[in-house]
Nanobody
């Protein structure tokens, strides 16, 4: 089981930026695809970004495309989510997730493919 710890959440005004970090216990000998999800009150958890082990392949839903950027530094065992031009509808608890993979260039988009989850960090965007 991989340990994941998110940080960087907080309160920001609409139009502002935040950078989330996810510290992991992933050993570099194992390949894990990773992603960021969010869950707003009364809504289902949704994927906001996914990244392959190599970092060369990424995915974003239309709702955040062009505003959010996912990246990772495997040497530092850390994944990031840069969030720009934040909107009130981005308010949610953000979770990082990791799923064991056998291909360094592929990512996952389904919750079921991610076996390890962090506890979440709150992001609140005020309008």
């Amino acid at each position: 089981q991989v340990q994941l710890v998110e940080s960087g959440g907080g309160l920001v005004q609409a139009g502002g930026s935040l950078r989330l970090s996810c510290a992991t216990s992933i050993r570099t000998s194992n390949i894990y695809a990773m992603g960021w999800f969010r869950q707003a009150p009364g809504k289902e958890r949704e994927l906001v970004a996914a990244i392959s082990w190599s970092g060369g392949s990424t995915f974003y839903p239309d709702s955040v495309k062009g505003r959010f950027t996912i990246s990772r530094d495997n040497a530092k065992n850390t994944m990031y989510l840069q969030m720009n031009s934040l909107k009130s509808e981005d308010t949610a608890v953000y979770y990082c997730a990791a799923g064991r993979s056998w291909y360094s260039g592929s990512y996952y988009t389904k919750e079921a493919d991610f076996g390890s989850w962090g506890q979440g960090t709150q992001v609140t965007v005020s309008s």
